[in-house]
T-cell receptor
């Protein structure tokens, strides 16, 4: 099993550009989520999904959209990137108590 | 007020030392508690869940104090490989998890 995979590993955007961060898992987990991690802030929940077709907002959802058309994939879309969205983004899937994280995407918005 | 607060450290300890971290949480209705470990520039990984009665996994012991709303992690006989950031995680709402900012541990030879 590949576990949770994320692409790209690194990305540089200009303010106002849009992009989609990809996340996929092959463990057939229903629950998936997106977090951002900033220095001194810990991980903050952006959006989560409890199954295909079901998504909900987390702690910091503004500026991000998600959809869940399949169990495997949970992409995160930035519609108009802002410098405040410079961060490391982690996708995770969960089975029972354990969250399994992807390797992260480092995003720099200039 | 933050949902979860941790001392950022760093805690610098020699090999073989015992070290303890605390974490406080604000929502008294929280039901699930965890410690995750994060190595530099890597993803977090579950270290252990924290149960009401306390639990132990080898050199690691986790405790929960509901009255004072804190959880603790004790590491005995520290190894160089224990150097990492330890994240406290609390689950106060169904399907939502709140992470502390982490406590950095440096174990030195």
């Amino acid at each position: 099993n590949a576990g949770v995979t994320q692409t790209p590993k690194f990305q540089v955007l200009k303010t106002g550009q849009s992009m989609t961060l990809q996340c996929a898992q092959d463990m057939n987990h229903e629950y998936m989520s997106w977090y951002r991690q900033d220095p001194g802030m810990g991980l903050r929940l952006i959006h989560y999904s409890v199954g295909a077709g079901i998504t909900d907002q987390g702690e910091v959802p503004n500026g991000y959209n998600v959809s869940r058309s399949t169990t495997e994939d949970f992409p995160l879309r930035l519609l108009s990137a802002a410098p405040s969205q410079t961060s490391v983004y982690f996708c995770a899937s969960r089975y029972q108590e354990t969250q399994y994280f992807g390797p992260g995407t480092r995003l720099l918005v200039l | 007020r933050k949902e979860v607060e941790q001392d950022p450290g760093p805690f610098n300890v020699p090999e073989g030392a015992t070290v303890a971290f605390n974490c406080t949480y604000s929502n008294s209705a929280s039901q699930s508690f965890f410690w995750y470990r994060q190595d530099c520039r890597k993803e977090p990984k579950l270290l252990m869940s924290v149960y009401s009665s306390g639990n132990e996994d080898g050199r690691f012991t986790a405790q929960l104090n509901r009255a004072s709303q804190y959880i603790s992690l004790l590491i005995r006989d520290s190894k160089l490989s224990d150097s990492a950031t330890y994240l406290c995680v609390v689950n106060p709402h169904f399907n939502k998890f709140y992470f502390g900012s982490g406590t950095k541990l440096n174990v030195k030879p």
